[in-house]
C-alpha cells in the first residue's frame, strides 16, 4: 500500500502582552525592546490508510535539536538560540522559546533537526544558509517567515514547519557478510546544505556518507542517508560500497539514475554482500509521498 507521511510543526510566536498601566512605555525611552515568547507546538504525522494522529513537539524522538533565529533587514543576527533535547539546560520547556526584540522587521527562522550523540546542531548562518557541515545530514524541518514588531502591544504569528529532506535507504535481500562493517553511499549530486527559505540544496557537488551497520552476521541490513535536493525532484547516480572495518571496499553497487524527491524516501532493495550483476535484483520505491516504483 502506498504510503504519505506528512509532518507538520507549528511555530506560534506571541509577544507578552503589556498591560494598560504599561502603555505609555512606548514612548518610554528606556524601552528598548519588545518582549516575545515562541512556541513550537504540536504537529501532526498523516499516513494513508492508517489515519491521523497529532502529537506534541515534546514526545516526537526525531526532533533533537530545534535553532530559532532572527534576522534584521541587513541580514544581522537579532537573535539565535539552539535547544538540545538531550540537554536540559538549552531550555525550560522543549519547544517554548522566551526573548526581547527591538521595534522593527525581521525573517524569522525555525529549524528542526535528528542528532545522533556527539553531533553538534546544524549550523545557521542566514535565512539563505543552514549546513550540517561534517557530519551526516539528519531528518530536517524548516520555516522562515517575515515578523514586523511594531509597537509592544501583544502579536499572534504561526509557522508552518515541514520536512526538507530527501531520504535514502538501502535494504539488503541478502545476509550480512560478517566481514563487513560498515556502508559507505556516495550521491553524484544534491548536498549537506541547504536554503532555510527555499529547502534546496546550496550545492548539487555530491557527498559521501559512511553508515554503521548495526544488523547481526547472517541477517539482513537496512541503512539510511538522508540530503539535500537542488529541485524538489531530481534524478542522481548513486554508489553502495559495503566496508569492512578499515574501510576497505568489498563490495560495491553502482545505480544509475536514481529518483528522488523532497519528503520522499527513495528505496534500494537488493542483493548487497555480493558482486554479483545487479541488473533486475534491485528495486525502487518511496514513502512518505505517493511511492515511485522501479525496477532495474
Known amino acids: 500500500m502506498m504510503r504519505r ?24 525611552p528606556t524601552q528598548t525592546a519588545a518582549p516575545v515568547r515562541v512556541s513550537v507546538q504540536d504537529f501532526s504525522v498523516a499516513i494513508d490508510d492508517f489515519g491521523t494522529r497529532a502529537v506534541d513537539i515534546a514526545g516526537y524522538e526525531g526532533v533533537k535539536a530545534l535553532t530559532l533565529a532572527f534576522y534584521d533587514t541587513a541580514g544581522n543576527p537579532a537573535y539565535s538560540h539552539t535547544q538540545l533535547r538531550g540537554d536540559a539546560t538549552t531550555y525550560t520547556d522543549f519547544g517554548q522559546f522566551s526573548l526581547s526584540l527591538p521595534l522593527g522587521t525581521y525573517t524569522m527562522v525555525v529549524l528542526g533537526h535528528g542528532l545522533s550523540s556527539g553531533e553538534p546542531a546544524i549550523t ?32 499572534a504569528l504561526s509557522a508552518k514547519l515541514t520536512r526538507m529532506i530527501s531520504k535514502l535507504q538501502v535494504i539488503s535481500s ?24 527555499t529547502g534546496l540544496a546550496t550545492s548539487d557537488a555530491g557527498f559521501s556518507n559512511t553508515v554503521a551497520i548495526t544488523s547481526a552476521a547472517g541477517k539482513t541490513s537496512t541503512s539510511n542517508s538522508y540530503l539535500f535536493l537542488s529541485t524538489d525532484e531530481q534524478k542522481m547516480d548513486v554508489t553502495i560500497q559495503m566496508l569492512d572495518a578499515q574501510d576497505n571496499p568489498l563490495y560495491t553497487k553502482h545505480i544509475s539514475d536514481v529518483p528522488f524527491q523532497r519528503n520522499r524516501v527513495t528505496k534500494l532493495t537488493g542483493s548487497l554482500y555480493t558482486n ?14 505517493p511511492a515511485y516504483e522501479s525496477s532495474f
Request: hydrophobic share 40%; aromatic share 8%; net charge negative.
Open 174 to 197: 541478502d545476509p550480512r557478510d560478517e566481514s563487513v562493517q560498515k556502508v559507505l553511499m556516495t550521491f553524484s549530486a544534491g548536498g549537506k546544505s541547504f536554503n532555510p527559505t
Open 5 to 28: 507521511l506528512t509532518v507538520l510543526l507549528t511555530a506560534v510566536l506571541a509577544l507578552l502582552t503589556v498591560s494598560c498601566n504599561n502603555k505609555s512605555d512606548e514612548t518610554d
Open 276 to 289: 554479483e550483476s545487479l541488473s533486475a535484483s534491485f528495486q525502487i520505491d518511496s514513502a512518505w509521498l
Open 124 to 155: 545557521l548562518t542566514s535565512p539563505t544558509e543552514a549546513t550540517f557541515g561534517d557530519y551526516p545530514v539528519r531528518e530536517t524541518f524548516s520555516a522562515t517567515q517575515t515578523v514586523t514588531i511594531a509597537s509592544y502591544e501583544a502579536v
